[in-house]
């Protein structure tokens, strides 16, 4: 089985930064894509940010020049650095990671993490 467990989350002031870390364990072939989502009351969950296995990157709009995804293939962990955050950041911000199983090391199976509250002060 494999287990996401993310941390980094917070209560922050607008303009202020958060890094937001998830790491993967457990049975583990190899990695593919590693997002960040994240989901607001009221409102459905969007894509923050994606880094494929070979380290490229994709940003929602409304984040660019202020997020950065990156990932460490050695800890199975990928990272998002939140810079100049803003009240409309205020989510519950998942991991979504493709595992690829020893067993099956062609199809990814899809997993979540346990999502972590940022909440940004006004």
């Known amino acids: 089985q494999v287990q996401l467990v993310e941390s980094g989350g917070g209560l922050v002031q607008a303009g202020g930064s958060l890094r937001l870390s998830c790491a993967a364990s457990?049975?583990?072939?190899?990695?593919?894509?590693m997002n960040w989502y994240r989901q607001a009351p009221g409102k459905q969950r969007e894509l923050v940010a994606s880094?494929?296995?070979?380290?490229?990157?994709h940003y929602a709009d409304s984040v660019k020049g202020r997020f950065t995804i990156s990932r460490d293939n050695a800890k199975n962990t990928v990272f998002l650095q939140m810079n100049s955050l803003k009240p409309e950041d205020t989510a519950v911000y998942s991991c979504?990671?493709?595992?690829?199983?020893?067993?099956?090391?062609?199809?990814?199976?899809?997993?979540w993490g346990q999502g972590t509250q940022v909440t940004v002060s006004s």
């Open positions: 457990g049975s583990i072939f190899s990695i593919g894509s």
């Open positions: 880094i494929t296995s070979s380290s490229s990157t």
């Open positions: 979504n990671v493709e595992i690829y199983p020893p067993g099956r090391p062609w199809i990814p199976d899809a997993y």
